[in-house]
Structures are given as C-alpha cells and as structure tokens.
C-alpha cells in the first residue's frame, strides 16, 4: 500500500519531463522531497506527494517533479577538453559567415553553460559582440533562477573552475561568488521542458545535452535524442555526458572522435 | 612519486590535508611556518607544496617570494591554502607565482580539483 504513491510519483515524473526514477529507493526519493514538504507545511515527503498527485495541474506538482530530478553539475569537468579542442575551433571557423549559436540543453544550474562561455570568451573572435550566441535551458524554475542570478558557493567555484577564471570572471557577493556582468549576459537562460516543442529555438552548431538522457527510460531517451539533434546545423555537434550514447538505429549523426561526441552529416530528421 | 610538502601552523590542518594527499599517492613531508618550509624545500624540492597564509616567524606569501627566487624554486606547484578569502589576496598570491588557490574550508574534492588544475593528478 506504501508503494502505490511512489508508483503515481513515478508515473507523473516520466509523463511531465521524461524522468525515470527507477533505481531511486524509497529513502532516496523522500530525501529529495523532504525539504520541499517542509517549506510547503506538509508533514512529510509522502503528504506532500499526496497533495500533489491529487492535483497534478497544479503549481505543487511542477515542484515536486522539479525536487526529484537531480540538479548538481560542476564547472569544466569530462568532455570540456573534447570542446576546447575540436569543437571551438570549428565554431571559430564557423563564425566567419554568421554568429554561431550553442544550446546547453538541461543546464541546471548553470555550470556548464558559465563554462563553455568562458572558453568561448577565451578565444578572441567570440569577444566581439554577437558573434556567439549561448542558450541554455532547463525544466527546472528554480534552477534557471540560480543559474540567471550567477550566484556560487565557495565550495562550487573552487571544484572544476581554474582560481584564474574565477579572477577574471566573477567577483565576491558576500559570502558567495557571483558571475560578473559581462559573463552572465553572455548566456540566454530559459525554462524549458526538453519534451515540449523545441523547434521554436531555432538550430544549433553545438548542443551540449549531459547527464539528461541517462535519466530516462531508454524508448523516451531515444526519442529525445532525435528531436534535439533535429536541432543541429548541417555539420553541428552534439555532445552528450560520461557514458552515454545514441542508440544504434540512430541516423546521420557521425561519431565524431571522443566518447559521446557526434557531428551531423545532414539535417537530422526529427 | 609525487612528493608534497604541507606548510601549515596548524598540526590539525597537516593531518586532514595528509590523509587526503596520501590518498592521492603523494609522500608528503610537513613544516609548520615559511622558514621551516623553506629549509625542506632546500634539502629537497617537492612537487607541490600546500601552503597557509597565516603563520609565525614567516608567513605563506613571503615563503612563496623567496622560494621562487631560488635555484629549482620555479619547478614546484604551489597551491595556497588558506583562509584569506577574498579577492586581494587571490590576486596577490597569483600575481607572486601561485598556480592555485584553495579557500578554506577544503575537502578531498576541492583538493582532487585543484590538482587536476596544476597538472598533478587526473581529471576526475
């Protein structure tokens, strides 16, 4: 009987953002929750899943799916050498004609989209004005309203992000560090559900999409994939996280060299 | 390999920070204050040297000067450690030849990270 609203939470995480919380054990999901219920005055994580699942249209609910999914990243880390060395030039090279555009897709809270802006900011023919434009999305409200404030806890600016780009980059807030001016408007942040319509983003030369298939059930995950690498530019990359991989049956999309990185032939059909 | 040395007045400090860089295979050798740092460095220059700000008889900065002045002085990485935590004293650090800077308090993580930063162990 316990179980039956963990199964409904299960069924509403999948159906609202693809979310599959399939090995997450009972105390897992109600650590998850746990500060949610408590803000929101509900006894415990099981209330407030009740609540939520009685009125699944509502805000609550949007909260609780946001609480369970995992929103920890880090700056730099795996894949940002792949980046630095084969994708960037290429941008540059890219850039020549038109304004490049690099979509961070599932950015929670901001790390790796501060990231590839640095590096692109690095590299001297992106300091120019609009000359690369960086979206980065995620389901997550909150999330996004971290990532927008540019705001970072010691603990976070010191794992993955070099002392000279924190120098150059951000500046003391208190306690916290904070992205400066020039760094936080040089991404475009934005909530969005990676199930929703995406074709309004436009396309891409680079999607970085890590860590988010790898938490949905494979047949949601497969579809996912195509519909974002729909947004890929003839000749775009798209770069997933450690370990994940697009499924055999997947078209035009070439391995491009390093582990999860891949470049469009062609436009890949949705 | 790899060899540290731990320059901190606080035995506490040398323990926890010797625990999590011998885990990180590195021997690591102790000092409790600049000048004591500076006579090891002299018997034998380490690879990396962890070091505080705040000491007696002679503090992390003024260690850092001389020892980039002496002969090999240039070869170790030096990672401040400390808990001068702002702005200035990053910049000051940088500016006299440190190649990384840990603000207290640490953990095996940010250690592990600032590491993989200076070239001394693998990226996680």
Redesign the interface.
Known sequence: MSQSWINALEDMALRRAGLSLTGLDRKQIEARLSPLARREGYDNAEALSRAALARPEERLAYEVVEALAPGKTRFFGQGFETFREMILPDLVRRSENRPVRIWSAGCATGQEAYSLAMLAAADGVFAAPGRCEIIATDYSESAIDRAQSGRFSRMEVQTGLPVRMLVQHFEQDGEMWRARTHLRRSVDFRTLNLMAELEPLGEFDCIVLRGVVARMPADIAAKTLSRVAARLQPGGWLMLGEGERTPQTFGRLDEAGAPGLYQALDRVPA | MMTCLLVDDSRVIRKVARRILEDLDFECREAADGSEALKACRQDMPDLILLDWNMPVMNGLDFLKTLRKEPSGEAPKVVFCTTE???AH??EA?RHGAD????KP?DS??IA??LA?VGLVE??
């Not at chain 2, 990384?100 to 603000?103: A, G, V």
């Open positions: 935590n702002d702005m990053i910049t940088l990384e800077y840990i603000m640490f993580d940010i990270s600032k930063e990226a996680a």
